[in-house]
């Protein structure tokens, strides 16, 4: 009578179990599935339409608002962190569940002729009351662990933006510097045939000719240096959105006012101590900060017992009893002034760390105001400076080269020093770049563009 209730409630129990199913993996295959996979255009534009629904795509020419949803798609550290917050996320909720109880059965047997029956049955189950300070740092630990999943999800996604972004400009700028090399190899091509010409005439020494053929080596192989630096950054481009190199190979890629940046883009900024109270990185050190205050809760909590309850149920050879106990986990005998101790040497650490990060934020900010500043005004000089003046040397060149006055060798030379001059302005337009590119990183936002009209929540972490 006494066992039969309960062998019926064990499969019961049982049954309500979650079964193991094992998930082996397979690297060599994924590595070989993520060598040949292809871009997932559908997937991009879906999530372009998720996170800007108001923004044109084009499969072929991405904008860098494609370029983020391809991120979202296909990088590999964002899938992961999202991840992390997933299982951060099931840890809290595993956490705000009561410690189970312990079960605890006994039987014997007293061959006695003087009683009725010679066993004994019982049981009991221990109940720890999860109660007080213990429970709440409990708690709160997986709630903080979420909170340091979501900002390290969002420094993974920023930091996946910037390498794609310094990619791209690299590339587009590498582009354009081909684009002129070629314009300036073209020249010197026809200055070298010119002063060729002018040596068989005798006109010209040999050392002449051949600083000529000198400076048309050097336009060729800065052209070649600008090709293999376009393929480099496609590259890198690719493995920053996480797909191999051929996958963007019929893909262009759309940047508008690429070559004018905004004059001031720290018009802007507002106040710089709110920006950078908002980076991820600092409120993920932040976030540590609280799991520690929160570590040092638990281990003063811990200064007190903890209780647990203890009802039974004993079948004494035919004598019903029904015992409760009290059960009390003592603290460590030094009351657990050495865990706390070190609780609080953690916490210490904690804010000091965090401090680092703060200063770290405010000097990288400091820093990227500065050169963005002094980047433009370098740009301002080439534009206004050197690109008119080799400008009108060319405009002169052409008038004195109809006229007669100079021959092809001369007007070649000096027409060669608008691309050169052009070069320059790309070497000044991608320090202007990789400015703005710094100072959104110190600021950890975008500062224009098509990442300015997100939707609100658009790139917090999904299940």
């Known amino acids: 009578m006494i066992r039969r209730p309960f062998f019926l409630l064990l499969p019961a129990l049982v049954g309500g179990c979650v079964p193991y199913r094992p998930k082996p993996m397979d690297v060599a295959a994924m590595a070989a599935a993520r060598a040949r996979r292809p871009t997932d255009a559908e997937a991009v534009r879906a999530e372009q339409a998720r996170i800007a629904p108001d923004a044109p795509y084009d499969a072929a020419r991405w904008s860098r608002l494609s370029v983020l949803a391809a991120l979202l798609v296909h990088n590999p550290d964002i899938a992961a962190a999202r991840t992390t917050w997933i299982s951060a ?35 009991a189950i221990d109940v720890p ?13 997986g709630e903080i662990a979420v909170t340091i999943a979501r900002h390290d999800y969002a420094d993974t996604l920023w930091a996946a933006r910037m390498q794609a972004r310094r990619a791209l400009i690299d590339m587009l700028v590498a582009v354009r510097e081909a684009a002129t090399g070629e314009r300036l190899l073209a020249l010197r091509d026809q200055q070298q045939a010119a002063m060729e010409k002018r040596l068989r005439a005798g006109a010209v020494a040999r050392a002449d000719l051949e600083r000529v053929r000198a400076d048309a080596a050097g336009a060729a192989a800065s052209v070649e240096d600008a090709h293999g630096r376009a ?3 496609r590259q890198a481009l690719a493995a920053a959105i996480g797909l191999p190199a051929g996958a963007l190979a019929p893909i262009a890629f759309d940047w508008p006012g690429f070559d004018s940046p905004s004059p001031d883009p720290t018009a802007s900024l507002g106040d710089p101590t709110g920006a950078t109270v908002a980076r991820a990185d600092v409120l993920k050190a932040l976030a540590a900060y609280d799991q520690a205050e929160n570590d040092l809760r638990g281990e003063v909590a811990r200064q007190y017992p903890a209780i647990s309850i203890s009802p039974g149920y004993s079948w004494e050879r035919g004598l019903t009893k029904l015992p409760f106990s009290v059960g009390l986990a003592l603290p460590p005998l030094d009351m657990n002034r050495h865990a706390i101790a070190a609780a609080e040497a953690r916490r210490s650490e904690a804010a000091r760390k965090l401090e680092v990060v703060v200063a770290a934020a405010n000097a990288g900010l400091e820093s990227a105001i500065s050169e963005a500043r002094l980047a433009r005004a370098a740009l301002a000089r080439v534009r206004q ?26 007007w070649a030379a000096a027409q060669g020093g608008v691309p050169q001059a052009e070069l320059t302005e790309l070497t000044a337009l991608a320090r202007v770049q990789a400015a703005d590119a710094a100072l959104e990183d110190a600021l950890r936002r975008p500062l224009e563009g098509p990442e300015m009209h997100l939707t609100p929540g658009a790139l917090e972490p999904t299940p």
């Open 129 to 141: 009351l999860d109660l007080g300070g213990q429970r709440a740092a409990r708690i709160g630990s």
């Open 231 to 233: 393929a480099a950054a």
């Open 385 to 410: 400076a050197d690109l008119p003046i080799a400008r009108r040397l060319a405009t002169d060149a052409d008038a004195q080269f109809r006229r007669g006055a100079i021959d092809r060798a001369d």
């Open 89 to 123: 996320r099931a840890q809290a909720r595993a956490a705000r569940q009561a410690p189970g109880a312990a079960l605890t059965l006994s039987t014997e047997y007293a061959r006695d002729p003087s009683t009725s029956s010679p066993w004994l049955l019982g049981g």
